[in-house]
């Protein structure tokens, strides 16, 4: 009897630790609906583990349960003494359910617990941008590009920020080192487009419009704006296949094409 208990208490044991290798493959295959059903198997066995908690979280980030995904970082902070990854992971949670405050919260938590986390500076500057704090937003782009001076797309959007702030040439600035670093930035095209039309520099804003055409960013406000500079330089009629091409794709803008074109 003694033998057999220490038999069953082995294959249970095997078993709680069989759960928890196949959530961690399978996390580690971005798997996660598969590896939350094993997670879920080992946690009764490893309640105390942060790591457990931490990937359940991310899993229900990434299958898009945000509601669930929170509740679980939240566990995760709990136990974990430096619980950086975790505010980052719930944050994302709120910026997922569009409360851009709630993330700026847990995102100065991580920056709190670790002052160099380039993730956390960035992600808090995009999300005092869609709360348009952009002096807030400022500062965190310069701080975060402090810690990764390369970083493209950090750059990219303290262009975007300065250009809401009025800081025309500094914005241009801003997307010029982008686009010197990758000439296919499609939306960093279309941007600095947008600065040279606020500065009158209709020629240079039309190329920049057409190049971020080419680099995939098919939008109607591309062709719109550019039909705009058109007209300022008295190219109505290239102006009007852009407008044209905008009301296709978004029929709002058919109060241009007609005032214009027709």
């Known amino acids: 009897m003694k033998r057999l208990l220490i038999l069953l208490s082995f ?38 583990e942060w790591i457990v908690h931490y990937n359940m979280a991310r899993c229900y ?3 898009e349960d945000f509601i669930n995904g929170r509740k679980w970082y939240t566990k995760a902070i709990r136990i974990d003494s430096k619980p950086e990854q975790a505010f980052i992971g719930r944050a994302n949670c709120y910026w997922g359910e569009e409360d851009y ?7 100065s938590s991580a920056i709190s617990t670790n002052p160099s986390s380039f993730e956390a500076l960035y992600l808090r500057s ?8 952009y002096t807030d937003a400022y500062f965190d782009l310069k701080d975060a590009l402090s810690i990764q001076p390369k970083n493209l797309k950090a750059q990219y959007h303290l262009g975007i920020v300065k250009g809401q702030m009025g800081v025309l040439q500094g914005a241009l600035n ?16 279309y941007n600095r487009g947008i600065i040279k039309q606020r500065l009158e520099r209709f020629e240079q804003a039309i190329n920049d419009f ?3 055409l080419n680099n995939d960013v098919n939008t109607a406000d591309v062709y719109l704006r550019r039909g705009v500079c058109k007209i300022q330089i008295g190219n109505e009629f290239s102006a009007c296949k852009d407008f044209k ?16 074109c027709l």
């Open 174 to 189: 801003s997307f010029n080192k982008v686009l010197r670093a990758d000439n296919n930035f499609g939306q960093a095209y």
């Open 61 to 63: 980030e990434e299958t």
């Open 210 to 212: 057409t190049l971020a």
């Open 245 to 260: 091409k905008a009301t296709s794709i978004d029929d709002a803008y058919e109060a241009i094409l007609v005032k214009y």
């Open 101 to 107: 405050e709630s993330a700026i919260l847990d995102l």
């Open 126 to 133: 995009k999300a005092y941008i869609k709360v348009f704090q």
């Open 11 to 48: 294959l249970i044991l095997s078993g709680w630790v069989n759960d928890r290798e196949t959530a961690d493959k399978y996390f580690a295959d971005e798997n996660y609906l598969r590896a939350l059903e094993f997670y879920a198997e080992a946690y009764p066995y490893h309640k105390k």
